[in-house]
């Protein structure tokens, strides 16, 4: 996997991890090995401006995702493309990590943007239910390696 991290958030953090996770998560869903996925990590004021232009929703949040919708469906079989851009706040990642670490909360945001990435939401019941399954399922695997 092509995966381009760019961490601007002031807050060191794990980017091996982070492109480890991103990496793993793309593989289990079948994408293509020569994709490419950028991922940003931005602090509470460039998350905030980025939730207000983007979601048209106020105050910060702990991950965005913009996924290039042209190339969709992914697939391995498809040949590679560029799949998207993440963008997280580990600062917010870090008042979310109550009952676990803040690289265990990034590692799990990070899977859960790349499956927004690849066309998963949670706005329905039932699509919650698929997408928190599939978000806990890979990041059990992960962790299990």
């Known amino acids: 996997m092509g995966i381009e991290i760019a961490n601007n958030s002031g807050v060191e953090c794990n980017e091996e991890q982070i492109i480890d996770i991103a990496a793993f998560t793309l593989d289990k869903m079948g994408i293509h090995p020569d994709s490419d996925l ?3 990590l931005v602090d509470e004021d460039e998350i905030t401006k980025l939730h207000i232009q983007w979601m048209d929703l106020p105050g910060p949040t702990d991950v965005l995702s913009f996924p290039m919708d042209e190339l ?3 697939s391995a079989s498809n040949g590679p493309g560029i799949i998207g851009d993440i963008v997280l706040c580990p600062q917010f990642a870090a008042k979310q990590a109550v009952s676990h670490s803040t690289s265990d909360e990034i590692s799990l ?3 859960h943007g790349v499956l927004h990435l690849l066309g998963f939401d949670h706005a329905e019941p039932e699509e919650h239910k698929v997408m928190f ?3 806990d399922k ?3 695997e992960w962790r299990a390696r």
Request: hydrophobic share 45%.
């Open 138 to 140: 890979t990041l059990e």
């Open 109 to 111: 945001l990070t899977v």
């Open 133 to 135: 399954a599939l978000q």
């Open 72 to 74: 969709k469906p992914f």
């Open 38 to 40: 950028g991922i940003t």
